[in-house]
C-alpha cells in the first residue's frame, strides 16, 4: 500500500534559519512520482515541485532544495534563509504509476517562520 | 494564463439543503480532481476524471455526493442533502495527463463549505 509520512507537524524557526521539512514514503511500485505542494494561510495550494523515481538528482530552486534518496524512501524539503512568507502548511504526495495519477498526501508541516 | 476556477468561495447552508460547488479546469487539461480537506481527515481524493468520463470515484463518501462533468471545461461536485459533517475545503484540481507517467495536478483556490 502506498503511504506518504511527514512527522514534523509543526515547526517553528527564527527569519534565516534553515529548515528541513521531512517526508518518508512507502509503495511497492519502481516507478512512482513524488511532489511537494505549498498552503499558504490564504489557503490555496501550490504546486512546488514533482520528482520521478527514477530521477534521484537533488533540485535547487531559489532558497528551496530536494533531496530524494530511494535508499531511505526520503523526499526531504529544506528552506535555506527562512522569510516569513515561507510560513505555511507543506504537503509531500506521493503518485504511483497506474494511470490514475491518484495522489496520496502526507498529513503536512506547518511552518512558522518568526522575524 | 488562468489557472483552475472555482466557484463559489465560500459557501454558508443549512444541513439538508442541496450544495453545488463549481469547478472550471485549465485549458486543455485532461484529468480533474476533486478534493476534500478536513482536519480530521487531511486532504483525500473523491473522484477522478479523465477527458470527461469518471474513472475512480472510491473516494466519494455516499451516495449524497455525486459528480458530473458534461464537457471539458466544466464539473460539478453536487451534495444533497447537506450534513453538518460535510463541513470542509473542497478543493478541484486539474493535469494534463500527456500519457506519460504522473502529470502534475493544480489546484484552484478551493470552496470553503459550512453546513449548520
Known amino acids: 500500500a502506498q503511504k506518504v509520512t511527514q512527522a514534523q507537524t509543526e515547526i517553528s524557526v527564527v527569519e534565516k534559519e534553515d529548515v528541513t521539512l521531512d517526508c518518508v514514503y512507502e509503495t511497492r511500485d519502481t516507478t512512482y512520482y513524488l511532489f511537494w505542494y505549498k498552503q499558504p494561510p490564504s489557503g490555496e495550494l501550490v504546486f512546488l515541485i514533482r520528482?520521478?523515481?527514477?530521477?534521484?538528482q537533488n533540485e535547487i530552486s531559489g532558497r528551496y532544495s530536494w533531496n530524494f534518496q530511494k535508499s531511505t524512501s526520503s523526499f526531504n524539503f529544506t528552506i535555506t534563509a527562512s522569510q516569513v512568507v515561507d510560513s505555511a502548511v507543506y504537503f509531500c504526495a506521493l503518485s504511483e504509476a497506474r494511470g490514475t495519477d491518484k495522489l496520496i498526501f502526507g498529513t503536512g508541516t506547518r511552518l512558522q517562520v518568526f522575524p | 494564463d488562468a489557472g483552475v476556477i472555482q466557484s463559489p468561495r465560500h459557501e454558508v447552508t443549512e444541513m439538508g439543503q442541496e450544495v453545488t460547488l463549481r469547478c472550471k479546469p485549465i485549458s486543455g487539461h485532461n484529468s480533474l480532481f476533486w478534493y476534500r480537506q478536513t482536519m480530521m481527515r487531511g486532504l483525500e481524493l473523491l473522484i477522478y476524471f479523465n477527458n470527461n468520463v469518471p474513472i475512480d470515484d472510491s473516494g466519494m463518501p455516499e451516495d449524497r455526493f455525486s459528480a458530473k462533468m458534461p464537457n471539458a471545461s466544466f464539473s460539478t461536485l453536487k451534495i444533497q442533502p447537506s450534513e453538518p459533517r460535510d463541513s470542509a475545503v473542497y478543493f478541484c484540481?486539474?493535469?494534463?495527463?500527456?500519457?506519460?507517467?504522473?502529470?502534475?495536478?493544480?489546484f484552484g483556490p478551493g470552496t470553503r463549505l459550512t453546513v449548520l
Open positions: 520528482r520521478n523515481s527514477f530521477d534521484e
Open positions: 484540481a486539474s493535469s494534463l495527463d500527456g500519457g506519460v507517467g504522473t502529470d502534475t495536478q493544480y
